[in-house]
Nanobody, 126 residues
Framework: QVQLVESGGGLVQAGGSLRLSCAAS?????????MAWFRQSPGKEREFVAA????????RYPDSVKGRFTISRDNAKFTVALQMNSLKPEDTAVYYC??????????????????WGQGTQVTVSS
């Protein structure tokens, strides 16, 4: 099992930027796992935000964040980050770091996730 801890959430104005970071333990297998970010707002289902392949070669985003958010990873440091630019009030949510449930599996939905971080709050004011 991969253990994940997020940091970097906070309050920003619309149009601003924020960078989230996720630190992983269980380093023996981390570098073989696809990683992802999800978010959840009150009354809504957990929503896919971004994913990155085990070697960083492939990234994927939904249309709602494409062009504004960038996911990256540093396998040497066992971390994954989410750079969020041009933030909108609709981006307000708790953001969760996630690891695939097995090595080399592409994360597309919550069903593909084996490990979740505790979440970090992002609030975007209008």
């Amino acid at each position: 099992q991969v253990q994940l801890v997020e940091s970097g959430g906070g309050l920003v104005q619309a149009g601003g930027s924020l960078r989230l970071s996720c630190a992983a333990s269980g380093r023996a297998s981390f570098n073989m796992y696809d990683m992802a970010w999800f978010r959840q707002s009150p009354g809504k289902e957990r929503e896919f935000v971004a994913a990155i392949s085990w070697n960083g070669g492939v990234t994927r985003y939904p249309d709602s964040v494409k062009g504004r958010f960038t996911i990256s990873r540093d396998n040497a440091k066992f971390t994954v980050a989410l750079q969020m630019n041009s933030l909108k009030p609709e981006d307000t949510a708790v953001y969760y770091c996630a690891a695939a449930r097995r090595a080399f599996l592409m994360v597309q939905t919550s069903n593909d996730v084996g490990s979740w971080g505790q979440g970090t709050q992002v609030t975007v004011s209008s």
